[in-house]
């Protein structure tokens, strides 16, 4: 570990010139993304400054902008002191929001193997049941379409006053386009072909 008299927000995890920071569960808004920013910080002021930065999200299931913008002021400040950075044990959903903003080629991540220190345990991103149930889909899709279903039902009866052409085409036995003589001001028989 760091130096006792630097305690840690996080907990941290110090293997020759390598540091591992186990992140909580959420890292959001809230106290988490300062505090994880102030743990950096007590990394980066200790005696011998690591050439390896491991942050382990193995028991991290949610991570907001905040978390993300935290992650890129440690990506910077790692730059800047020339350390490796690596995001261990990543859940397939973070995996997934990196990958939409691109940060998959930003970051080395590591996604989860072999425990690196005996203390991290693996733990399953938990997800709503609900997402893998395919009876709720059917229903859905099945509300989906009644949604539809009346959505039609109610806008056809007001749109067709707005509408003389639907109007005529539905409810008249005539056709839409009437052939038909046209007459001039001066009563004279006009065709289509004449100009």
Not at 70 to 94: D, F, K
Not at 101 to 118: A, G, M, Q, W, Y
Not at 153 to 166: M, Y
Request: some cysteine; aromatic content about 6%.
């Amino acid at each position: 570990m760091l130096s006792q008299n630097k305690p840690t927000p996080y907990p941290v995890t110090l293997v020759d010139d390598t540091v591992m920071i186990h992140l909580s569960k959420r890292l959001t808004v809230a106290s988490e993304s300062a505090t994880l920013r102030e743990t950096f910080q007590l990394v980066l002021q200790n005696e011998s400054i690591p050439k390896k930065v491991i942050l382990d999200f193995s028991q991290t299931t949610f991570i907001d902008s905040s978390g993300i913008g935290v992650l890129m002021y440690i990506l910077r400040n790692v730059q800047i002191h020339h350390i490796e950075l690596i995001l261990w044990g990543i859940c397939s959903e973070i995996t997934e929001l990196f990958s939409l903003l691109d940060l998959d080629d930003v970051f080395t991540i590591e996604l989860r193997s072999e425990p690196l220190s005996p203390e991290i345990s693996h733990q399953t991103c938990k997800t709503h049941p609900s997402v893998r149930s395919r009876p709720k889909r059917i229903i859905d899709i099945v509300g989906a379409l009644v949604g539809l279903g009346i959505t039609a039902t109610l806008l056809l009866p007001i749109l067709l006053p707005f509408n003389s052409t639907i109007r005529v085409r539905i409810f008249s036995a005539n056709p839409l386009w009437v052939n038909g003589q046209t007459i001039s001001t001066l009563e004279v028989p006009f065709h289509g072909n004449q100009c």
